[in-house]
């Protein structure tokens, strides 16, 4: 969707008489930056932990760890230890890298793992 914003723009007309100009801009944001593909690996290092390591990318500032769709932590670093699991359940996690201003510009697919007992 673009917007337009109105811009009155004071001008004096030579040979009109002078008067005042308004000029139509459209205003449109910038595009989204685009994504990169992080890859995800899940390891279970101990009977109620999963380790979650993902690739870097160099332009995040923050990661954004989700679990079943639930917020874990955000994070600087591109591996977490959960500690808040139980055996023979599943759990699911997503990461999402940010920049400083909170564009989304990195993201990992969903990686399953079922805890072993």
Do not use: K
Not at 69 to 90: E, I, K, R, W
């Amino acid at each position: 969707m673009i917007s337009i914003a109105t811009i009155g723009v004071a001008t004096a007309l030579t040979g009109c008489g002078g008067g005042l100009e308004v000029v139509a801009v459209a205003d449109s944001p910038p595009p989204p930056p685009p994504i990169t593909a992080l890859s995800i690996r899940l390891t279970q290092v101990g009977p109620e932990a999963i380790q979650v390591d993902w690739s870097d990318d160099p332009a995040v500032h923050q990661f954004y760890v989700q679990r079943n769709g639930y917020a874990v932590a955000n994070v600087m670093a591109t591996t977490l230890v959960d500690a808040s699991v139980v055996p023979t359940a599943q759990y699911c996690y997503q990461v999402s890298g940010y920049t400083l201003s909170g564009d989304l510009i990195a993201t990992t697919d969903t990686a399953c793992m079922v805890v072993a007992p």
